[in-house]
């Protein structure tokens, strides 16, 4: 359809300002726009729809023709449209417009605002103040001196206060942080010309608060504190008066209008964040505790946005009265004890106590973070056990309220709500997230007072403990657990203080851990641990309802974990031989509860307990000829693939663990009789394994897998042990390893296998490098270089993972960073991998992480072998190649859009000129260095890496220092030259801001000035006519 047929004439539009024309063209224009916006229009004729409106947009004077369509029109598409159309003329043809044009639609934009002000609605009012605010961006106050005049004016009356606050918070949107097309000085400009208004701004505004006037009018209360949050955003503490303050909290506790008191509480969080906070804090606190004082009195009557805002602001309020630390803080701890006060009051739990929880946590670990530091800084020392000892109070009166809080007999039909099933991304309930906030909190307060904190959770434990063993006691069981209600709480609460009594089992090690209280504590907890083991095995054996059998389960898991938290303690009882019997009894005692719970038919989570603390007793107590106890020897010819991976990973690492680990305060290690264990144990796991016969066949691939992935877990737990432990292993292994060598050519067209094998090897070299010694890396290093032709490369690089190139290419890098022949050897090897990967690693195909790997290689190939590429050789020719090539890869690498690729990179850059000194070197600053920096300046104009810019910088500063002199002569006017939308006068300009001052902090200031000045110019003239341009 021809769009004229509808009657939108471009020569009557453009042309054309007679009224009787206007009406016509008018109506035309609606017709196109609701043609564009409705549902049903084809999409190529909404392409050609709008074209032919763009086409209008360019023509010269159709900004007159959008401001008597705003007059006249109606139609919000219409509105929108010559509103959009303004705004692009002031942004991007502003230059081009006469004096008296400028002066034309200023005014008539604003006199049109001040007609309409009733009648237009938000977002049209909003896109006017805008595009009025956009023409002061760029000339007030030069050509625009009465732009405040006008604000103040619309404020001080009350017709036109809200228009005056809507021009007051778009100035401060647009002008403190305005966009790309402005220049660095024009930036600094308006922020200075804007923060000397904030005086009488202030002024005016603190007028209204004494009006009570403006707190009827909830539309003009709302916009004023939506002003005062973005102002408070920038504008320093010491332009805000105390009555704005005073206001603020005024607002923020009317209760009744909870809309606007949160806007309230929003603009003093804003101020906190900045902590442009006014110097007198202490009227911050006091004023705080009224607010929770009001707020308490009907909290319940409180909606969860408002009181989400309030913890939100009490925990940077408290925060930042911690982090000050001065001895006049004489409200502190009533303001601790006004939001002890909130904190168990609140009405729900999943979210408010929640969150009023992590206030807590935050400044819990804050104290104890600070404790240890300053205990080094002697002058420090009492200013902060002085003021943990002024709020101890406060916080054992917490650690109580928590307890009290968080038990099911106290608060049954509170925490009966809370979400128990469904989980967040980390696989958390509401309820367990809960639970575990609130008793980590109690254990970092036990941190400060252990003794009272040990004592308050132990007393509630050893009594809720007795009342379990009661239900035992009873000659009936079943009846004794009728009261499912009452005998569920106490399940659950002896759960949860199970979690807190394992939690405190720090407070009981040290070097005071044969004092009392501490050591009978720990004794009876573990005592009772075992205890509760048995009993809460029988319970199983019992027909029970679904709840009661889940409460049980739960209760053992906890037990099981609380125990592992405790087999840190155990060690302990090695030192003393008054207490190796007892060591032995609870040895005995968590062996025998744990081993049956591995069997098949056990519940899942109770065999991963196990397996984890299995895991634990053998790593830390290490008890003595374990391997000879009946339930070890049991799991030694046990098949364990009924357990989940991870747990039969944790099972064999810690039957591992019985024969590689030393015994405390035993001279006889017995390391010829643990070799031959450990030998028979790994060839037991891994006889299938070497059994493979050395062809390729896909029905092997799941047992390869399944066995190196074993191994490789076994490997890294010994990565810190001694080099006894590590010899045994690497003897043990030998046969593995040797398979696994020979298996690789066979399986390297196989991404899986070839990557699973390729990672074995590299756990192996970064475990027992030392152990396997230099001939086997060699070999080894050798044999995968073999196996991995140029079309082998090619298949691992189009391989989604990196088809184990990603691991070889890690094996080279640790090999490289050896010293030694076999490193040495290997090194022309390895830079010809690199230089056949250096192009085609760049691909956007290729997994980011065999880029990070390929780069990381290069970078230490450079810092390790750096006098292979220069040395007096007749070869030194070829070497400068491949060290310009390798170079030059990493430049190229400069444009990927990885991120932490282009990290690495630049960082990688950095060392090598601090190990090396590479920017000076003659090779690097004739062939590489204009290269460099034109391509970190481009990048810096294009903003593709924004979020490491400063790096940038940093970078483009240590190469520009090299040689000052040839940059600011040569390199800038150059580069400058190589921009063909600039002039001659903005050349100029760019080359006289850049300040020649040599320091860092002013060099990078000017390397951002001028790549600010280049968007900001180019962004200009690709807007206007090439003659202007030309001619400016």
Same mark, same amino acid.
């Given at each position: 359809?021809?769009?004229?047929? @509808?009657?939108?004439?471009?020569?009557?539009?453009?042309?054309?300002?007679?009224?009787?024309?206007?009406?016509?063209?008018?109506?035309?224009?609606?017709?196109?726009?609701?043609?564009?916006?409705?549902?049903?229009?084809?999409?190529?004729?909404?392409?050609?729809?709008?074209?032919?409106?763009?086409?209008?947009?360019?023509?010269?004077?159709?900004?007159?023709?959008?401001?008597?369509?705003?007059?006249?029109?109606?139609?919000?598409?219409?509105?929108?449209?010559?509103?959009?159309?303004?705004?692009?003329?002031?942004?991007?043809?502003?230059?081009?417009?006469?004096?008296?044009?400028?002066?034309?639609?200023?005014?008539?934009?604003?006199?049109?605002?001040?007609? $309409?002000?009733?009648?237009?609605?938000?977002?049209?009012?909003?896109?006017?103040?805008?595009?009025?605010?956009?023409?002061?961006?760029?000339?007030?106050?030069?050509?625009?001196?009465?732009?405040?005049?006008?604000?103040?004016?619309?404020?001080?009356?009350?017709?036109?206060?809200?228009?005056?606050?809507?021009?007051?918070?778009?100035?401060?949107?647009?002008?403190?942080?305005?966009?790309?097309?402005?220049?660095?000085?024009?930036? #600094?400009?308006?922020?200075?010309?804007?923060?000397?208004?904030?005086?009488?701004?202030?002024?005016? *505004?603190? /007028?209204?608060?004494?009006?009570?006037?403006?707190?009827?009018?909830?539309?003009?209360?709302?916009?004023?504190?939506?002003?005062?949050?973005?102002?408070?955003?920038?504008?320093?503490?010491?332009?805000?008066?105390?009555?704005?303050?005073?206001?603020?909290?005024?607002?923020?506790?009317?209760?009744?209008?909870?809309?606007?008191?949160?806007?309230?509480?929003?603009?003093?969080?804003?101020?906190?964040?900045?902590?442009?906070?006014?110097?007198?804090?202490?009227?911050?606190?006091?004023?705080?505790?009224?607010?929770?004082?009001?707020?308490?009195?009907?909290?319940?009557?409180?909606?969860?946005?408002?009181?989400?805002?309030?913890?939100?602001?009490?925990?940077?309020?408290?925060?930042?009265?911690?982090?000050? $630390?001065?001895?006049?803080?004489?409200?502190?701890?009533?303001?601790?004890?006004?939001?002890?006060?909130?904190?168990?009051?609140?009405?729900?739990?999943?979210?408010?106590?929640?969150?009023? *929880?992590?206030?807590?946590?935050?400044?819990?670990?804050?104290?104890?973070?600070?404790?240890?530091?300053?205990?080094?800084?002697?002058?420090?020392?009492?200013?902060?056990?002085?003021?943990?000892?002024?709020?101890?109070?406060?916080? @054992?009166?917490?650690?109580?309220?928590?307890?009290?809080?968080?038990?099911?007999?106290?608060?049954?039909?509170?925490?009966?709500?809370?979400?128990?099933?469904?989980?967040?991304?980390?696989?958390?309930?509401?309820?367990?997230?809960?639970?575990?906030?609130?008793?980590?909190? !109690?254990?970092?307060?036990?941190?400060?007072?252990?003794?009272?904190?040990?004592?308050?959770?132990?007393?509630?434990?050893?009594?809720?403990?007795?009342?379990?063993?009661?239900?035992?006691?009873?000659? $009936?069981?079943?009846?004794? !657990?009728?009261?499912?209600?009452?005998?569920?709480?106490?399940?659950?609460?002896?759960?949860?203080?199970?979690?807190?009594?394992?939690?405190?089992?720090?407070?009981?090690?040290?070097?005071?851990?044969?004092?009392?209280?501490?050591?009978? !504590?720990?004794?009876?907890?573990?005592?009772?641990?075992?205890?509760?083991?048995?009993?809460?095995?029988?319970?199983?054996?019992?027909?029970?309802?679904?709840? #009661?059998?889940?409460?049980?389960?739960?209760?053992?898991?906890?037990?099981?974990?609380? =125990?592992?938290?405790?087999?840190?303690?155990?060690?302990?009882?090695?030192?003393?031989?008054?207490?190796?019997?007892?060591?032995?009894?609870?040895?005995?005692? #968590?062996?025998?509860?744990?081993?049956?719970?591995?069997?098949?038919?056990?519940?899942?989570?109770?065999?991963?307990?196990?397996?984890?603390?299995?895991?634990?007793?053998?790593?830390?107590?290490?008890?003595?000829?374990?391997? $000879?106890?009946?339930? #070890?020897?049991?799991?030694?010819?046990?098949?364990?693939?009924?357990?989940?991976?991870?747990?039969?990973?944790?099972?064999? /690492?810690?039957?591992?663990?019985?024969?590689?680990?030393? %015994?405390?305060?035993?001279?006889?290690?017995? %390391?010829?009789?643990?070799?031959?264990?450990?030998?028979?144990?790994?060839?037991?796991?891994?006889?299938?394994?070497?059994?493979?016969?050395?062809?390729?066949?896909?029905?092997?691939?799941?047992?390869?897998?399944?066995?190196?992935?074993?191994?490789?877990?076994?490997?890294?737990?010994?990565?810190?042990?001694?080099?006894?432990?590590?010899? =045994?292993?690497?003897?043990?292994?030998?046969?593995?390893?040797?398979?696994?060598?020979? *298996?690789?050519?066979?399986?390297?067209?196989?991404?899986?296998?070839?990557?699973?094998?390729?990672?074995?090897?590299?756990?192996?070299?970064?475990?027992?490098?030392?152990?396997? /010694?230099?001939?086997?890396?060699?070999?080894?290093?050798?044999?995968?270089?073999?196996?991995?032709?140029?079309?082998?490369?090619?298949?691992?690089?189009?391989?989604?993972? /990196?088809?184990?190139?990603?691991?070889?290419?890690?094996?080279?890098?640790?090999?490289?960073?050896?010293?030694?022949?076999?490193?040495?050897?290997?090194?022309?090897?390895?830079?010809?991998?690199?230089?056949?990967?250096?192009?085609?690693?760049?691909?956007?195909?290729?997994?980011?992480?065999?880029?990070?790997?390929?780069?990381?290689?290069?970078?230490?190939?450079?810092?390790?072998?750096?006098?292979?590429?220069?040395?007096?050789?007749?070869?030194?020719?070829?070497?400068?190649?491949?060290?310009?090539?390798?170079?030059?890869?990493?430049?190229?690498?400069?444009?990927?859009?990885?991120?932490? *690729?282009?990290?690495?990179?630049?960082?990688?850059?950095?060392?090598?000129?601090?190990?090396?000194?590479?920017?000076?070197?003659?090779?690097?600053?004739?062939?590489?260095?204009?290269?460099?920096?034109?391509?970190?300046?481009?990048?810096?104009?294009?903003?593709?890496?924004?979020?490491?810019?400063?790096?940038?910088?940093?970078?483009?500063?240590?190469?520009?220092?090299?040689?000052?002199?040839?940059?600011?002569?040569?390199?800038?006017?150059?580069?400058?030259?190589?921009?063909?939308?600039?002039?001659?006068?903005?050349?100029?300009?760019?080359?006289?801001?850049?300040?020649?001052?040599?320091?860092?902090?002013?060099?990078?200031?000017?390397?951002?000035?001028?790549?600010?000045?280049?968007?900001?110019?180019?962004?200009?003239?690709?807007?206007?006519?090439?003659?202007?341009?030309?001619?400016?």
């Amino acid at each position: 359809m021809n769009l004229l047929a @509808i009657g939108f004439k471009p020569q009557l539009l453009f042309i054309s300002l007679e009224i009787n024309f206007l009406h016509n063209e008018l109506n035309a224009l609606e017709q196109l726009l609701n043609q564009f916006f409705d549902v049903k229009t084809a999409n190529d004729k909404r392409q050609e729809i709008q074209k032919f409106l763009s086409n209008f947009q360019t023509q010269h004077g159709c900004w007159k023709l959008c401001v008597e369509y705003l007059a006249l029109t109606r139609n919000q598409h219409v509105a929108i449209f010559c509103l959009t159309t303004i705004e692009n003329i002031i942004n991007k043809q502003w230059m081009c417009l006469s004096w008296e044009e400028k002066i034309q639609l200023k005014s008539m934009l604003y006199d049109y605002l001040l007609r $309409n002000q009733k009648a237009l609605t938000m977002c049209i009012k909003s896109k006017l103040v805008k595009s009025i605010v956009d023409i002061a961006r760029l000339d007030w106050p030069h050509y625009y001196p009465d732009f405040f005049t006008n604000i103040f004016q619309l404020l001080e009356k009350s017709d036109t206060r809200f228009l005056g606050l809507l021009f007051m918070l778009i100035t401060s949107e647009e002008l403190i942080a305005p966009r790309e097309d402005l220049s660095v000085d024009r930036k #600094i400009e308006l922020q200075k010309l804007l923060l000397a208004q904030m005086p009488d701004v202030f002024a005016i *505004l603190s /007028g209204f608060l004494s009006n009570e006037t403006i707190l009827s009018d909830v539309q003009d209360c709302s916009l004023l504190l939506r002003v005062f949050t973005h102002l408070f955003s920038w504008v320093p503490a010491t332009h805000v008066p105390h009555t704005v303050i005073n206001f603020l909290f005024k607002i923020g506790s009317k209760t009744d209008k909870q809309d606007i008191a949160l806007l309230a509480i929003n603009t003093l969080n804003e101020m906190l964040y900045r902590h442009s906070v006014p110097p007198n804090r202490n009227e911050i606190v006091n004023h705080t505790m009224n607010l929770l004082q009001t707020l308490l009195s009907s909290i319940t009557k409180l909606e969860e946005c408002y009181l989400e805002k309030i913890t939100e602001y009490l925990r940077l309020v408290l925060g930042m009265e911690l982090c000050q $630390n001065t001895e006049k803080q004489e409200n502190l701890t009533s303001l601790l004890f006004a939001t002890l006060s909130f904190t168990i009051q609140q009405p729900t739990f999943e979210f408010g106590f929640f969150k009023c *929880l992590e206030i807590w946590m935050h400044l819990l670990e804050y104290s104890n973070s600070k404790k240890y530091v300053w205990l080094k800084i002697n002058c420090m020392v009492f200013i902060i056990i002085h003021n943990f000892l002024r709020y101890q109070e406060v916080f @054992i009166s917490l650690a109580q309220h928590i307890l009290k809080k968080i038990q099911f007999q106290e608060n049954r039909m509170e925490m009966i709500k809370i979400n128990n099933f469904i989980t967040d991304e980390e696989d958390v309930s509401s309820w367990n997230a809960i639970l575990k906030t609130s008793v980590n909190i !109690i254990a970092v307060i036990a941190d400060f007072q252990s003794n009272e904190i040990l004592q308050l959770v132990f007393e509630q434990w050893v009594q809720l403990c007795g009342l379990y063993g009661h239900i035992f006691q009873a000659d $009936n069981f079943s009846a004794a !657990i009728q009261d499912h209600i009452l005998i569920h709480s106490l399940l659950i609460d002896l759960s949860t203080l199970t979690q807190a009594v394992g939690l405190l089992y720090p407070q009981c090690t040290g070097e005071s851990w044969k004092e009392e209280p501490k050591f009978t !504590i720990a004794r009876l907890s573990v005592q009772h641990l075992l205890t509760l083991q048995e009993l809460t095995k029988k319970a199983q054996c019992h027909s029970l309802p679904v709840n #009661i059998k889940l409460a049980f389960q739960n209760l053992h898991a906890e037990v099981l974990a609380s =125990l592992k938290s405790w087999c840190y303690w155990l060690p302990l009882l090695h030192t003393e031989v008054s207490t190796k019997s007892i060591l032995n009894d609870y040895v005995t005692g #968590i062996l025998n509860g744990c081993i049956p719970l591995l069997n098949p038919g056990s519940p899942t989570v109770l065999q991963h307990c196990s397996a984890h603390l299995l895991s634990t007793i053998t790593s830390t107590v290490r008890p003595y000829c374990f391997w $000879n106890q009946e339930g #070890i020897k049991f799991l030694f010819s046990s098949n364990l693939d009924h357990l989940q991976k991870e747990d039969r990973y944790l099972i064999q /690492g810690s039957l591992v663990n019985c024969l590689i680990l030393k %015994w405390p305060n035993i001279e006889d290690q017995m %390391w010829d009789h643990r070799l031959k264990l450990l030998t028979s144990y790994i060839d037991q796991l891994t006889s299938s394994f070497t059994a493979l016969p050395l062809q390729f066949n896909l029905q092997f691939k799941p047992l390869i897998i399944t066995t190196l992935q074993t191994l490789q877990y076994i490997i890294m737990l010994y990565k810190s042990e001694g080099t006894k432990s590590k010899k =045994l292993l690497c003897v043990a292994f030998q046969k593995s390893v040797d398979h696994s060598l020979a *298996l690789f050519p066979v399986y390297v067209r196989d991404p899986e296998v070839n990557q699973e094998i390729l990672q074995f090897f590299l756990i192996l070299l970064e475990c027992l490098q030392q152990q396997v /010694g230099v001939a086997f890396t060699q070999v080894t290093v050798q044999t995968f270089m073999d196996a991995y032709t140029r079309q082998q490369l090619q298949v691992s690089l189009a391989h989604e993972n /990196g088809g184990g190139l990603q691991q070889l290419l890690q094996i080279l890098d640790l090999v490289v960073q050896t010293p030694g022949l076999s490193a040495s050897k290997l090194t022309p090897m390895t830079v010809n991998l690199c230089l056949q990967l250096s192009e085609p690693i760049l691909a956007p195909a290729v997994s980011p992480t065999v880029q990070e790997s390929l780069f990381q290689l290069v970078y230490n190939i450079l810092v390790h072998k750096w006098h292979y590429f220069f040395k007096t050789t007749l070869e030194a020719d070829l070497r400068r190649k491949e060290f310009l090539q390798l170079m030059k890869s990493i430049g190229q690498s400069l444009f990927l859009q990885n991120i932490d *690729l282009f990290r690495q990179n630049l960082k990688n850059l950095e060392r090598l000129n601090l190990k090396w000194n590479l920017y000076c070197k003659e090779v690097f600053k004739k062939d590489l260095h204009t290269e460099f920096l034109k391509a970190l300046l481009n990048i810096l104009i294009s903003k593709s890496h924004s979020l490491v810019k400063e790096e940038i910088a940093v970078v483009i500063y240590n190469l520009i220092i090299v040689d000052t002199d040839e940059f600011f002569n040569s390199f800038l006017p150059n580069y400058l030259d190589s921009f063909d939308g600039l002039n001659t006068t903005q050349k100029t300009i760019l080359l006289d801001n850049f300040s020649r001052e040599p320091d860092m902090p002013s060099m990078t200031q000017n390397i951002f000035r001028l790549t600010n000045d280049l968007i900001c110019y180019q962004l200009c003239n690709s807007t206007l006519p090439l003659d202007i341009v030309k001619s400016n």
